[in-house]
């Protein structure tokens, strides 16, 4: 089973800053399998972002992926008071999907 | 519009039993494998079970493995999710997204809570 870490557990930043969040695959992972999302306190996750780079419908052009491999980064360009969350990544290319434990950002 | 809402959550002592649906809208669910994940307590996202399109294929997370049952029927867009033997750690925000295999959970439902406790 592939486990995912991602880092930093917490990221304070202020409105505007850029936020970059880890995620780490315990094994090379396909680019296609590797998603993001977003939870806000007492909402279910929402969808940002599938095969490694691609945004959801209606998701911002702040929000974007990158990596390959193990190694996988979303970076929020510039945070707006909406984008303060918690952040998660998962892989879903078998038959049993795993999520990371979450990056929360907070407001600095 | 996509709607998927789960319900059956509530209050159960260990060793109990309580099954969860999860009713979607319109044809929401056709073709669609769906997931329930679960969320404890200020904690993150683990998967618990899957059910594809046609019912055949069907997973389970090591930790609820021979206790949980997941079903569909699709009669009544709805898939079901039997929990028997439950724990204290069972207790939880229990979602149901679905997802077309090979993408990611692309619509959640609300969330379920059930709290395993004496």
């Known amino acids: 089973e592939i486990v995912l870490t991602q880092s930093p557990g917490t990221l304070s930043l202020s409105p505007g800053e850029r936020a970059t969040l880890s995620c780490r695959a315990s094994?090379?992972?396909?680019?296609?399998?590797l998603g993001w999302y977003q939870q806000k306190p007492g909402q279910a996750p929402r969808l940002l972002i599938s095969?490694?780079?691609t945004r959801a419908t209606g998701i911002p052009d702040r929000f974007s992926g990158s990596g390959s491999g193990t190694e996988f980064t979303l970076t929020i360009s510039r945070l707006e008071p909406e984008d303060f969350a918690v952040y998660y990544c998962?892989?879903?290319?078998?038959?049993?999907?795993?999520f990371g434990q979450g990056s929360k950002v907070e407001i600095k | 519009e996509v709607q998927l809402l789960e319900s059956g959550g509530g209050l159960v002592k260990p060793g109990g039993s309580l099954r969860l649906s999860c009713a979607a809208s319109?044809?929401?669910?056709?073709?669609?494998?769906v997931n329930w994940v679960r969320q404890a307590p200020g904690k993150g996202l683990e998967w618990v079970s899957s059910?594809?399109?046609?019912?055949?294929?069907?997973y389970y997370s090591d930790s609820v493995r021979g206790r949980f049952t997941i079903s569909r029927d699709s009669a009544d867009n709805s898939v079901y999710l039997q929990m028997k033997s439950l724990r204290a750690e069972d207790t939880a925000i229990y979602y149901c997204?679905?997802?077309?295999?090979?993408?990611?959970?692309?619509?959640w439902g609300q969330g379920a809570l059930v709290t395993v406790s004496s």
């Open positions: 997204a679905r997802e077309i295999p090979g993408t990611p959970f692309d619509h």
């Open positions: 319109g044809t929401a669910f056709t073709g669609y494998t």
């Open positions: 059910i594809s399109a046609g019912g055949v294929y069907i």
């Open positions: 094994q090379s992972i396909t680019s296609t399998f």
């Open positions: 095969a490694t780079s």
């Open positions: 998962q892989h879903y290319g078998s038959s049993r999907k795993t």
